[in-house]
Every structure is written in C-alpha cells, then in structure tokens.
C-alpha cells in the first residue's frame, strides 16, 4: 500500500468574477502544477475553503495481525473479516465483521467533524424524517465540506438532495434501470473505470475526444444517457468506494479522473453536447458533492485551451481547484498518483486489457473481485435489511429527540429562574437588613 503524498493543510480559495478563477488548469497549459495545494486566488465574492481530501480524517492506525495469512489462501484472508458479530453505524446488526473492517469501511473519524455532524444530524431528523439509508456519517460530511460548515446551507443542499433522490427514484435506480445500449455507447463514447491509483481510489477515464455525438445520440438519448450516469454514480458509492476500501486498507470516499482531451475544441462544444455537460455537472455537484478527488486533463491543444475558457466558466472554485490541466507531455504527472501497469497504452501505460476488448470496457477494478464483492454484498444486502427496521422507529426517535431537546429548554429554562429567584431572595434579604436598620435608627433618634 501506498502512503499518501496528500497536503493536510487547508487551502484558501476564492471565486472570481467568472464564477471560477484560475486553478492552475485553464490557459496555463502543461506548465500547470498541483495549485489545488498550493494556490490561493484573488476575490471579488466570498471565500470559500478547499479542505484536504476526504479521506485524510481518516488514516488508519497499523492493524496487528494475529494469524500471517498465506497467499494460497487469500479467499479465506477476505472471507475471515467475517468472523464475529460486530455493529458498524447502527445499521449493521446481524453480520459477523472484525474491528479491522470496521476501521477500513468506517474510518477514524475526526472528533471536531464528529460532533459537527452529530449537530446537523439533528438538526436534519427535527426537519424532516431522516431516512436511515442517507443518515451516514460520510454522506453528512460531505454536504457539510461542500458549504464549508455552514449549517443552514448545508441544511437546504441536503434536503434538495433527498427531494431530489424520492423523484428520481435514485435508491431504485440500478435495480430499475437496465443501459441495454452500454457497448454501443461506449463504441462512441469512450469511457470508463480502470484500476485504482496508489492510494486506493478507483480511477475513471474518458476519451472526450473520440467522442461522436451523433452517434451518441441515435444510441440512446440524453435522459437515458444522464440516468446511466446517475446509476454509476450509485455503484461507485455502494460498490466502487467499498471494495477500495477493503482491497487499500483504508477509507477510500473520492475518484480520480483522466479526460483524454486530444482533437477537441470549440467545434465539439455544441448545444446537445454544453446540456449534457450541464445536466451531470449539475446532477454531480448538487446530489453527489465531495466525490472528486483529481481531475487531469491530458492532450490539451490550443483548441481545447480556448474551450477551457468558456467550460470552466460552469464550474465551482471548488471544483477547478482540483482540476490540472495537461499537454502532451503528461505521463510524469500521471505516474505520480497511479501505477503503470494500471494506465492503459492509450495514455502512456502498459495495460491493454486484450481479454475484454480494451481498458475502457473492462471495468477493472477491487470491485469486481470475487471474495471482496461477496464482502460488500453481504454489507449491503443487511443494510437494506436493517433499513425497514430503522424506518419503523424513525418516527418515534424523531419524537424523542424533540422530547429531549424540549427537556433541555425547560431545565435550562427552570436553571435559569432557580438563579433569578435566588438573586430576588438575596435582594429581600438585603431589603429587610436595610428595614432593620433604619427601625434602630428611628428608635435612636426618638432618644433624642
């Protein structure tokens, strides 16, 4: 395994006037460097905080082994995570996991972000019904990043976001939703998952500049081709992000990304092709924030450096800051966050993928390992399981909440006139000595 390179620092960044700015990526070329660490940009709007990755509260600790597990019997290694009883977020009840995938799955958690989270879950459960499906420790942390930790932004985001989900039907959609037209879409729309980088994230490529929207669209259409992207982007959540974490030994939350760029200018940015950008772009930073770890643009020309221009204007100061754009002598930079065996020819790599027609259409991944999909399977299958349980007392917990929060208002409430009423008795007592007083002074002076 791989340690991480990554800045822990926080980087200050702000918007400019073109709702973006200068990430080290537009117009700058190959010359670019990693300015999502190092940069900070010039203002006209708010400000607003690039936080380290996401996965960086949550480095785990070395796991002592008891028993050194060949590698003849690596399935039995995988398998043995399933040895005993263990609750894991309150919804895994009834699987038998040991500590260490906990940990893997879980992560160790940041006690500041911790009580932050616990403070808009219940915010969130007073709200609305929260349910236990999207009541992740994670999931709340990423819309929290996403409006730096402002409660009441984050507040409407996420409840845009479950709205958004129930008419979507997003929690259906991969067992709904059948991409037939998936091989002759990718024929025309090269793309797809390919292996990890050295920190355990998956790693998507697409070839924009192969793209043939013509094609594209007598394949499927934009609503079909905008609801696949919906359903991978669940698989990557449910699926992708898990078996990472198993396969890294450590808690993987965020993608990195290669847009192979060659050929593509202005000429390619056209009205189909600027709503489909939109519409994702849209569907990736409203309803799945947080997930995009890098972004190298590679094959850059002077063509794409003048499309750049008006593409970045569309996207959040958030967003560019991790975005490095490339010309053609990208493989450095590359081999930097990934392996050559896992870049494919086509980008400067050793891989081809003969066996599956190509790297774009093998899907490789952790993913699809036999043992660890068994793994996330089985987490998956009883925390639907877990889920009709947890909804039957969500109304009764939400109750609860605010029975104990109305408690707390009337203890603070009673503390606060118990304090009142004791100055009040202090006052009389003061009063009366002062009455006593002044007595023995009118019966000194009738001496007199």
Same mark, same amino acid.
């Given at each position: 395994?791989?340690?991480?390179?990554?800045?822990?620092?926080?980087? =200050?960044?702000?918007?400019?006037?073109?709702?973006?700015?200068?990430?080290?990526?537009?117009?700058?070329?190959?010359?670019?460097?990693?300015?999502?660490?190092?940069?900070?940009?010039? &203002?006209?709007?708010?400000?607003?905080?690039?936080?380290?990755?996401?996965?960086?509260?949550?480095?785990?600790?070395?796991?002592?082994?008891?028993?050194?597990?060949?590698?003849?019997?690596?399935?039995?290694?995988?398998?043995?995570?399933?040895?005993?009883?263990?609750?894991?977020?309150?919804?895994?009840?009834?699987?038998?996991?040991?500590?260490?995938?906990?940990?893997?799955?879980?992560?160790?958690?940041?006690?500041?972000?911790?009580?932050?989270?616990?403070?808009?879950?219940?915010?969130?459960?007073?709200?609305?019904?929260?349910?236990?499906?999207?009541?992740?420790?994670?999931?709340?942390?990423?819309?929290?990043?996403?409006?730096?930790?402002?409660?009441?932004?984050?507040?409407?985001?996420?409840?845009?976001?479950?709205?958004?989900?129930?008419?979507?039907?997003?929690?259906?959609?991969?067992? $709904?939703?059948?991409?037939?037209?998936?091989?002759?879409?990718?024929?025309? /729309?090269?793309?797809?998952?390919?292996? =990890?980088?050295?920190?355990?994230?998956?790693?998507?490529?697409?070839?924009?500049?192969?793209?043939?929207?013509?094609?594209?669209?007598?394949? &499927?259409?934009?609503?079909?081709?905008?609801?696949?992207?919906?359903?991978?982007?669940?698989?990557?959540?449910?699926?992708?992000?898990?078996?990472?974490?198993?396969?890294?030994?450590?808690?993987?939350?965020?993608?990195?990304?290669?847009?192979?760029?060659?050929?593509?200018?202005?000429?390619?940015?056209?009205?189909?092709?600027?709503?489909?950008?939109?519409?994702?772009?849209?569907?990736?930073?409203?309803? /799945?924030?947080?997930?995009?770890?890098?972004?190298?643009?590679?094959?850059?020309?002077?063509?794409?450096?003048?499309?750049?221009?008006?593409?970045?204007?569309?996207?959040?100061?958030?967003?560019?800051?991790?975005?490095?754009?490339?010309?053609?002598?990208?493989?450095?930079?590359?081999?930097?966050?990934?392996?050559?065996? /896992?870049?494919?020819?086509?980008?400067?790599?050793?891989?081809?993928?003969?066996?599956?027609?190509?790297?774009?259409?093998?899907?490789?991944?952790?993913?699809?390992?036999?043992?660890?999909?068994?793994? =996330?399977?089985?987490?998956?299958?009883?925390?639907?399981?877990?889920?009709?349980?947890?909804?039957?007392?969500?109304?009764?917990?939400?109750?609860?909440? *605010?029975?104990?929060?109305?408690?707390?208002?009337?203890?603070?409430?009673?503390?606060? &006139?118990?304090?009142?009423?004791? *100055?009040? $008795?202090?006052?009389?007592?003061?009063?009366?000595?002062?009455?006593?007083?002044?007595?023995?002074?009118?019966?000194?002076?009738?001496?007199?």
């Amino acid at each position: 395994m791989y340690s991480s390179k990554d800045n822990d620092s926080r980087i =200050v960044i702000t918007r400019g006037s073109d709702g973006g700015g200068s990430s080290g990526g537009g117009g700058g070329g190959e010359s670019s460097s990693s300015s999502w660490q190092t940069s900070q940009l010039k &203002t006209t709007k708010r400000t607003k905080t690039i936080h380290p990755p996401i996965e960086n509260h949550w480095q785990l600790p070395p796991v002592k082994q008891e028993k050194k597990i060949s590698s003849s019997s690596s399935s039995g290694g995988f398998k043995s995570m399933l040895s005993y009883p263990l609750k894991l977020g309150g919804t895994l009840k009834k699987i038998g996991r040991t500590k260490s995938l906990q940990q893997v799955l879980e992560g160790n958690h940041d006690p500041k972000d911790e009580q932050l989270v616990q403070s808009f879950r219940e915010m969130l459960f007073l709200e609305v019904q929260l349910p236990p499906k999207h009541n992740d420790y994670h999931t709340l942390l990423r819309f929290l990043r996403m409006r730096d930790f402002n409660f009441a932004e984050a507040k409407e985001m996420f409840l845009n976001y479950l709205k958004w989900r129930e008419e979507y039907r997003a929690d259906a959609i991969q067992k $709904e939703f059948k991409f037939e037209e998936l091989d002759r879409v990718k024929k025309c /729309y090269p793309h797809g998952f390919h292996g =990890v980088d050295r920190n355990g994230r998956p790693v998507y490529i697409e070839r924009i500049g192969m793209i043939d929207l013509n094609e594209l669209l007598q394949v &499927t259409t934009v609503e079909r081709f905008v609801r696949y992207h919906v359903s991978e982007q669940e698989k990557t959540l449910k699926f992708r992000y898990p078996s990472c974490s198993i396969a890294a030994k450590t808690h993987v939350a965020s993608t990195t990304s290669i847009l192979d760029v060659q050929g593509v200018g202005l000429a390619n940015f056209s009205k189909p092709a600027r709503y489909i950008f939109m519409e994702i772009q849209k569907i990736d930073s409203c309803y /799945y924030p947080e997930t995009m770890h890098r972004l190298f643009i590679v094959n850059a020309g002077s063509g794409f450096r003048m499309l750049w221009k008006v593409v970045k204007a569309f996207l959040d100061a958030r967003t560019l800051a991790k975005i490095k754009v490339l010309g053609y002598n990208y493989l450095n930079d590359l081999l930097e966050v990934i392996d050559l065996s /896992y870049l494919p020819t086509f980008l400067g790599g050793n891989c081809t993928c003969s066996d599956y027609g190509g790297c774009l259409l093998s899907d490789k991944g952790p993913w699809n390992d036999p043992d660890i999909a068994e793994i =996330v399977q089985a987490i998956t299958t009883t925390d639907e399981n877990n889920n009709g349980e947890e909804e039957e007392i969500g109304a009764a917990s939400k109750s609860a909440l *605010a029975r104990n929060m109305k408690i707390r208002g009337l203890e603070t409430a009673l503390a606060e &006139t118990k304090t009142k009423i004791e *100055a009040l $008795e202090d006052l009389l007592d003061e009063t009366k000595r002062a009455l006593e007083g002044l007595a023995l002074h009118i019966e000194d002076l009738r001496g007199f």
